[in-house]
């Protein structure tokens, strides 16, 4: 069966008491919606975010509501690598149970998506990157399968992240993905700058011999314990 078929720094005084006074508002506003808060914050970075994606994770990571568990996934990917195997259980968890994400009334509206303070494409690409990166290809791949669902159309990055999935697998795979897509004229047509730099790449990596060899995972203590 083809491819195609199987896929259906330093602050100063006054800058450190405007963060605090930050994070306290911030803080009260959790207990109202923890998913608004992980909105608004995320432009933040630094000590600041660490300290909100901390609180959050240690109010609700016990809750069943889908929308703080969606939350409580979104700290967790806020810290980094170290915690990508929890963030990836909450996502989990809440698209077993999915919900309808609020939307901004504020924020530019889309005709698509009505600006949702998160979009499963979001999500799903987010947790693709994740599978990806624990080695779990073919849930990567069902992932981005969602992505390209999603778009229905519109956009075409979905496959192309599925052919670097592939590319970690086996470059052979990868090429003979592309060679399928190609040969759907009327898909590869849609985006085919897009598709031949991929494929291109690949055909390159194929000659290369390449072979996808992953990082070597060294044994971290976390410094803080996010669920306590």
């Known amino acids: 069966m083809g491819f195609l078929k199987r896929l259906f720094s330093s602050n100063s005084a ?3 008491t405007n963060s605090i006074k930050r994070q ?3 803080r009260k506003s959790v207990d109202r919606n923890a998913l608004k808060i992980m909105y608004e914050t ?3 970075y630094g000590d600041e975010k660490h300290s909100i994606n901390r609180d959050v994770i240690q109010r609700f990571s016990n809750s069943n509501a889908p929308l703080d568990i969606l939350a409580v996934a979104l700290a967790y990917a806020g810290e980094g690598a170290k915690y990508r195997l929890e963030s990836i259980d909450f996502f989990e968890r809440f698209l077993a149970q999915p919900a309808d994400i609020p939307r901004d009334p504020n924020a530019w509206v889309s005709l698509e998506e009505n600006a949702p303070y998160f979009s499963y494409r979001d999500i799903y690409t987010t947790l693709g990157k994740f599978y990806t990166a624990e080695l779990m290809f073919d849930k990567a ?6 992505v390209i669902q999603i778009d229905n159309g519109k956009e075409y990055v979905g496959y192309t992240l599925i052919g670097d999935v592939y ?3 086996d470059i052979n795979q990868c090429v003979a993905y592309y060679e399928e897509l ?11 700058n897009l598709f031949e730099s991929k494929y291109t790449k690949a055909l390159e990596l194929q000659k290369s011999g390449y072979v996808y060899k992953p990082r070597k995972k060294t044994k971290e203590t976390p410094t803080f314990d996010l669920a306590h």
């Open 42 to 44: 995320r432009g933040m």
């Open 14 to 16: 006054e800058e450190t």
């Open 167 to 169: 590319a970690k697998i």
């Open 24 to 26: 306290k508002s911030l």
């Open 182 to 192: 190609k040969r759907n004229t009327r898909l590869w047509t849609k985006d085919k």
């Open 141 to 146: 791949i069902d992932c981005y399968r969602h």
